[in-house]
C-alpha cells in the first residue's frame, strides 16, 4: 500500500465495495485485459487498443468471470495506427483512465481520471526488409518511445522511457517522477553476457515459457522484491483467435500512488512498444 501521507491521483467517492482506479492504486498490482478483439487486424486495419483493470491476481486467476468497473480508451489516428507493425511504439496516442463499465463508443471528451500521453516517435525497431523467413527489423536508437502519465487534472505524475544501450536486443525501460528523478528500471532478466533475453519456462496454465519484466533498483539494478509486469495467459480463445493480451502489474510495496500510476503507463508502453507487433 502507498506510504501516510501520499497523495492518490484520483478524485471522487465512490460506493464501498466499488473498484475504482483509485482503490486499485491502494492494492497489491493490478492485472490489465485487453479489450479490443484483434483478430481481423492486418496492417491498415490496426483497431485502437481499449483495455480493461482488474484487482491484481496471481497468474492471472480466473478473469473470464470478473466484471470490469475501470477501463482504459486509446484514442490514436488511423494514420498512426497504421504504421503500428511496422514502427512499434512510433504512433501519437493517449490512453484515457476511466471509472465505470467499458464503452467503446464513449466520447472522448467523457472525463478520464488519468491519463497516459505520447507525440509520434520513432519505433523502437523498424521494419527494414521483408524475407521468406518474415521480416527483418533494425533496433532505433534515438527518438524512442514514451509515456507520460497525467491525473484528471491533467498534472504530471510521471514518464516511462524506452532505452537504447550496448544491448539493443533487449528492452528495457526507465520510469521517473514528476521531476525527472529515476525512481525504477524495468527490464528482464538476460543471459549472453547482456546481450539477450533470459526466457522464464514452466510458466502457469497454457503460457509455459513467459519474459517476465522485472521493476528494479535504479542503482543497483536489483528486483525490487517479486514486482515485475507480466504477460500471463489470457485463455485459449483470447491468445489463439482474438488476440487479446492479459499483463499482471506487481507494485513494489513501498511504490507511492503516482508511481503505481506510472508503472500502469509502462505496462501500456511494453505492451504497445514490444507485444502489439507479436499479435
Same mark, same amino acid.
Given at each position: 500500500?502507498?506510504?501516510?501521507?501520499?497523495?492518490?491521483?484520483?478524485?471522487?467517492?465512490?460506493?464501498? *465495495?466499488?473498484?475504482?482506479?483509485?482503490?486499485?492504486?491502494?492494492?497489491?498490482?493490478?492485472?490489465?485485459?485487453?479489450?479490443?478483439?484483434?483478430?481481423?487486424?492486418?496492417?491498415?486495419?490496426?483497431?485502437?487498443?481499449?483495455?480493461? &483493470?482488474?484487482?491484481?491476481?496471481?497468474?492471472?486467476?480466473?478473469?473470464?468471470?470478473?466484471?470490469?468497473?475501470?477501463?482504459?480508451?486509446?484514442?490514436?489516428?488511423? !494514420?498512426?495506427?497504421?504504421?503500428? !507493425?511496422?514502427?512499434?511504439?512510433?504512433? $501519437?496516442?493517449?490512453?484515457?483512465?476511466?471509472?465505470?463499465?467499458?464503452?467503446?463508443?464513449?466520447?472522448?471528451?467523457?472525463?478520464?481520471?488519468?491519463?497516459?500521453?505520447?507525440?509520434?516517435?520513432?519505433?523502437?525497431?523498424?521494419?527494414?526488409?521483408?524475407?521468406?523467413?518474415?521480416?527483418?527489423?533494425?533496433?532505433?536508437? #534515438?527518438?524512442?518511445?514514451?509515456?507520460?502519465?497525467?491525473?484528471?487534472?491533467?498534472? &504530471?505524475?510521471?514518464?516511462?522511457?524506452? &532505452? #537504447?544501450?550496448?544491448?539493443?536486443?533487449?528492452?528495457?525501460?526507465?520510469?521517473?517522477?514528476?521531476?525527472?528523478?529515476?525512481?525504477?528500471?524495468?527490464?528482464?532478466?538476460?543471459? #549472453? &553476457?547482456? @546481450?539477450?533475453?533470459?526466457?522464464?519456462?514452466?510458466?502457469?496454465?497454457?503460457?509455459? #515459457?513467459?519474459?517476465?519484466?522485472?521493476?528494479?533498483?535504479?542503482?543497483?539494478?536489483?528486483?525490487?522484491?517479486? $514486482?515485475?509486469?507480466?504477460?500471463?495467459?489470457?485463455?485459449?480463445?483470447?491468445?489463439?483467435?482474438?488476440?487479446?493480451?492479459?499483463?499482471?502489474?506487481?507494485?513494489?510495496?513501498?511504490?507511492?500512488?503516482?508511481?503505481? @500510476?506510472?508503472?500502469? *503507463? $509502462?505496462?501500456?508502453?511494453?505492451?504497445?512498444?514490444?507485444?502489439? %507487433? %507479436?499479435?
Amino acid at each position: 500500500y502507498p506510504p501516510p501521507g501520499t497523495s492518490v491521483p484520483m478524485q471522487g467517492m465512490a460506493p464501498p *465495495g466499488q473498484v475504482t482506479m483509485d482503490r486499485l492504486l491502494q492494492s497489491e498490482g493490478i492485472m490489465m485485459k485487453q479489450l479490443t478483439n484483434e483478430c481481423c487486424r492486418c496492417f491498415c486495419c490496426q483497431p485502437n487498443i481499449h483495455w480493461t &483493470l482488474h484487482p491484481y491476481a496471481k497468474d492471472g486467476g480466473d478473469m473470464a468471470n470478473q466484471d470490469a468497473e475501470v477501463w482504459v480508451q486509446e484514442d490514436a489516428s488511423y !494514420c498512426g495506427r497504421c504504421w503500428s !507493425c511496422s514502427a512499434p511504439g512510433a504512433r $501519437a496516442t493517449t490512453y484515457r483512465t476511466i471509472d465505470g463499465a467499458p464503452d467503446k463508443n464513449a466520447p472522448t471528451s467523457l472525463r478520464s481520471v488519468m491519463t497516459h500521453e505520447k507525440g509520434s516517435t520513432c519505433g523502437q525497431n523498424v521494419i527494414v526488409m521483408i524475407t521468406d523467413n518474415g521480416p527483418l527489423r533494425c533496433p532505433c536508437c #534515438c527518438y524512442l518511445p514514451y509515456l507520460r502519465t497525467r491525473d484528471g487534472s491533467g498534472k &504530471l505524475l510521471g514518464k516511462t522511457k524506452y &532505452l #537504447c544501450d550496448m544491448c539493443p536486443f533487449v528492452p528495457k525501460f526507465k520510469v521517473e517522477d514528476a521531476n525527472g528523478q529515476d525512481v525504477y528500471y524495468i527490464r528482464p532478466d538476460v543471459c #549472453c &553476457l547482456g @546481450a539477450c533475453v533470459k526466457i522464464k519456462c514452466g510458466g502457469p496454465k497454457g503460457k509455459c #515459457c513467459t519474459v517476465p519484466f522485472l521493476i528494479r533498483d535504479p542503482r543497483t539494478l536489483s528486483q525490487i522484491e517479486d $514486482a515485475e509486469i507480466t504477460d500471463l495467459w489470457a485463455g485459449f480463445t483470447n491468445e489463439c483467435c482474438t488476440k487479446r493480451n492479459l499483463y499482471g502489474i506487481k507494485f513494489p510495496s513501498a511504490a507511492s500512488a503516482e508511481q503505481r @500510476a506510472t508503472l500502469v *503507463g $509502462a505496462a501500456l508502453l511494453i505492451d504497445v512498444a514490444i507485444f502489439e %507487433q %507479436q499479435s
